[in-house]
């Protein structure tokens, strides 16, 4: 199956480089990430004539910002033709780009250890919903 390489690239990133903060993997891809003030967007992804950058809310928490980035780190290994500028509203539309990028987001969330107690309600959502690509 497909989706199966996203689970693969995000274990062997976690082997490579020792980490599954996907803050430092972005660093060490030569992935910007800005954070911004957005409104309603939760993040986005750009590949822009091969510079990559990933947006962040800066109003998000703490996991629920990591879970975007994880979201949209697995966005930089999808093979886009021509330059793409992503806007996430929600992160599950039920598409296959979109399930590509929540497997590989779920397989490096699901690697950490979760504080439940510290969980704001936007985190649960998102943890939820990708507890759904777990076992894709
Ligand atoms: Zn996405």
Known sequence: MKEDIFRRIANNLIV?????????????LN???????FKSWLGMFSNIN??????INNNLSKVSQI???DHELGHSFQPFKES?????????????????ANI?????????DIDEAELTETDKMLLRNLEKYKLY
């Open 67 to 69: 879970v975007v980035c």
């Open 16 to 28: 490579t480089y020792g980490t599954n903060d996907p803050f430092k993997l972005a660093k060490y």
């Open 104 to 112: 590989f987001a779920a397989t490096l969330i699901f690697s950490r």
């Open 84 to 100: 793409v500028f992503m806007k996430e509203k929600f992160l599950f539309e039920n598409n296959r780009i979109e399930a590509e």
């Open 50 to 55: 091969g510079v990559r950058t990933i947006f």
């Open 31 to 37: 992935i910007q990430v800005l954070y911004l003030d």
